[in-house]
């Protein structure tokens, strides 16, 4: 082949990783300012390729976000899921008390962290790169914020049900599910670190001292999700003792804000199981 000729298009596939992560380094590194001054002085198309690549990470707030981490979004919309669970156990709470003034402001603040999480989940899936350079596969990551989505919605049912209703807790029913609420808050938090944890199983590619600590926090909150379940048996034992002495209607909410809070603790353990799937791959 001439020097003249075009390389083959296997050899220019083979190069795109490596521009791909040029890009990247070189918008994590350096400043606009530079990267302008060198796109200005640049003569080889490849180079000032990847320079006009990154000067668009660069200046592009999504672009910078995902630049550096592309699961940094999947961690902040986990943190604003994790703000709805966090209202949400004072709001059950402040029901049993039948603090109904309170209720109603934690619902409005749940409904805040709520609208937060689903500005970061609508970013997430418009902007999160298709990168051949993502440890795990795309689809695999948007499951994980859907996953997540999942623990905000259930929140959000939770807190409509004592207000619809304004019912009563009847003798020991309430502080059960007060404590029921607290196991499942719990349950999210332990999601959470687990997932806050992913930029490092990233850099080790899910291997290592840090894969191993992540494996042992998956196991502690399935361990607690487990919990959840037998608090879960028992309440409801309760509660069937209860039944002929409260309005049917009453039961049914009982019954079902139960449910609904365990589904909250179900769902993060996906995330777990989730995150295990990105380490087995």
Not at 108 to 134: C, G, W, Y
Not at 166 to 177: E, N, R, T, Y
Request: net charge negative.
């Amino acid at each position: 082949m001439s020097a003249q000729e075009s390389p083959p298009d296997s050899a220019h596939r083979s190069s795109t990783p490596v521009c791909d992560k040029l890009v990247i380094k070189s918008a994590n590194k350096f400043h606009y300012s530079s990267l302008q001054h060198w796109f200005s002085r640049a003569r080889n198309d490849l180079i000032r390729r990847i320079l006009s690549q990154a000067i668009k990470i660069v200046t592009n707030p999504i672009g910078a976000l995902f630049g550096r981490s592309p699961i940094r979004p999947l961690q902040g919309h986990m943190g604003a899921v994790q703000s709805c669970v966090a209202s949400l156990q004072k709001l059950v709470e402040a029901s049993i008390a039948a603090d109904w003034q309170s209720a109603d402001a934690l619902a409005q603040e749940i409904n805040s962290s709520k609208q937060d999480a689903d500005e970061i989940k609508r970013d997430t899936r418009m902007h999160l790169p298709r990168s051949v350079f993502l440890p795990v596969a795309r689809t695999d990551l948007l499951e994980l914020v859907s996953i997540q989505d999942q623990i905000g919605y259930n929140c959000k049912q939770v807190a409509q049900l004592p207000l619809l209703r304004k019912s009563s807790f009847p003798g020991d029913l309430g502080p059960a599910i007060a404590g029921f609420c607290s196991a499942t808050l719990k349950v999210s938090e332990s999601a959470l670190a687990t997932i806050n944890e992913l930029d490092e199983l990233f850099e080790t590619s899910f291997k290592g001292r840090e894969a191993g600590f992540v494996e042992k926090l998956i196991d502690q909150f399935q361990e607690m999700e487990a919990q959840s379940e037998e608090g879960k048996s028992a309440i409801q034992g309760q509660l069937l003792q209860l039944e002929d002495s409260l309005n049917p209607v009453d039961v049914i909410f009982h019954y079902k804000l139960i449910d609904l809070l365990a589904d909250i603790a179900h769902s993060a353990r996906k995330a777990g199981s989730q995150l295990l799937m990105f380490m087995a791959r």
